[in-house]
């Protein structure tokens, strides 16, 4: 079973910056998408964020020049930097992990397996 515990969430103003981390199990990576999904209430989780095991990042396009997402192979960790945080961005934010073999990543919230719980970000104006 892949793990995924995320922290980092918080209250901030808007114009300010968080940076989310989410821990995974010690499971090899080698062939896993990770990314960072949101969902605000009463709307359907979207994807902000995803890193293929060879590197690529795709974004989506409300968060393009202001977050940006990395993770460090040695620490099993995944993060996301957001910066110039505005209202809109107000949502719990979740981390997930699916195994790909040299394709892209899948882009909706259905095509990953493993989910963690979930770390609320509030932005206020």
């Known amino acids: 079973q892949v793990q995924l515990v995320e922290s980092g969430g918080g209250s901030v103003q808007a114009g300010g910056s968080l940076r989310l981390s989410c821990a995974t199990s010690?499971?090899?990576?080698?062939?896993?998408?990770l990314g960072w999904f949101r969902q605000a209430p009463e709307k359907q989780r979207e994807g902000v964020a995803l890193?293929?095991?060879?590197?690529?990042?795709r974004y989506a396009d409300p968060v393009k020049g202001r977050f940006a997402i990395s993770k460090d192979n040695a620490k099993n960790t995944l993060y996301l930097q957001m910066n110039s945080l505005k209202p809109e961005d107000t949502a719990m934010y979740y981390c997930?992990?699916?195994?790909?073999?040299?394709?892209?990543?899948?882009?909706?919230?259905?095509?990953?397996?493993?989910w963690g719980q979930g770390t609320q970000v509030t932005v206020s104006s």
């Open positions: 997930a992990a699916e195994e790909v073999y040299g394709g892209r990543c899948p882009s909706l919230p259905v095509g990953f397996s493993y």
């Open positions: 010690k499971h090899t990576y080698d062939n896993y998408c």
């Open positions: 890193i293929n095991s060879d590197g690529s990042i």
